[in-house]
T-cell receptor, first 113, second 112 residues
Framework: EAQVTQNPRYLITVTGKKLTVTCSQNMNHEYMSWYRQDPGLGLRQIYYSMNVEVTDKGDVPEGYKVSRKEKRNFPLILESPSPNQTSLYFC????????????FGPGTRLTVT | GENVEQHPPTLSVQEGDSAVIKCTYSDSASNYFPWYKQELGKGPQLIIDIRSNVGEKKDQRIAVTLNKTAKHFSLHITETQPEDSAVYFCAANMDSNYQLIWGAGTKLIIKP
């Protein structure tokens, strides 16, 4: 089944404790992206990747890191999480860029206390 | 910066009636306008999209219209059904085609 998977689905952590949210797609897509979703703000892009080893900042990259060492995986890293990073996070992939359908993962709800 | 405004934030309609959600965008270079539906507890899913060389596109009960001059586009759902209840997002691509700018979302409630 073609899909985007994220892990974990739910995470409660404390300020400053490094964490990684994994994202994997099995559709051989070139483009992958991370979004955060907050009430009343819609989806805001954190980072995106056009291909292996090629990444760039989105609208809200501060406090986040990403890497794209393999085509299928695009982990999101929070080196020192803070309470303002409490949010719902989505990973998405598409065949080439944002001019094509994006396939979203199920989301990761992160709470930082 | 680039912006997409979406209205209304909440829309309540009687089952069987039509629903219209509107978005305006600021980047005149945008040429791709998708609409996504997000059901509770799930990620957004594409329901329809339109490119700038087309004024209208229809898929069964769903249609999207685009007015490039006014820089706005709309989602039309006819004969609404309970399963249409969800949050709907519009978006517009940026010139680079590697970023989408999203509207804030519209919560559609279908009343029985």
């Amino acid at each position: 089944e073609a899909q985007v998977t994220q892990n974990p689905r739910y995470l409660i952590t404390v300020t400053g404790k490094k964490l990684t949210v994994t994202c994997s797609q099995n559709m051989n897509h070139e483009y992958m992206s991370w979004y955060r979703q907050d009430p009343g703000l819609g989806l805001r892009q954190i980072y995106y990747s056009m291909n292996v080893e090629v990444t760039d900042k989105g609208d809200v990259p501060e406090g986040y890191k990403v890497s794209r060492k393999e085509k299928r995986n695009f982990p999101l890293i929070l080196e020192s999480p803070s309470p303002n990073q409490t949010s719902l996070y989505f990973c998405a992939s598409s065949p080439w860029d944002t001019g094509s359908e994006q396939y979203f993962g199920p989301g990761t709800r992160l709470t930082v206390t | 910066g680039e912006n997409v405004e979406q209205h209304p934030p909440t829309l309540s309609v009687q089952e069987g009636d039509s629903a219209v959600i509107k978005c305006t965008y600021s980047d005149s270079a945008s040429n791709y306008f998708p609409w996504y539906k997000q059901e509770l507890g799930k990620g957004p899913q594409l329901i329809i999209d339109i490119r700038s060389n087309v004024g209208e596109k229809k898929d069964q009960r769903i249609a999207v219209t685009l007015n490039k001059t006014a820089k706005h586009f709309s989602l039309h759902i006819t004969e609404t059904q309970p399963e249409d209840s969800a949050v709907y997002f519009c978006a517009a691509n940026m010139d680079s085609n590697y970023q989408l700018i999203w509207g804030a979302g519209t919560k559609l409630i279908i009343k029985p």
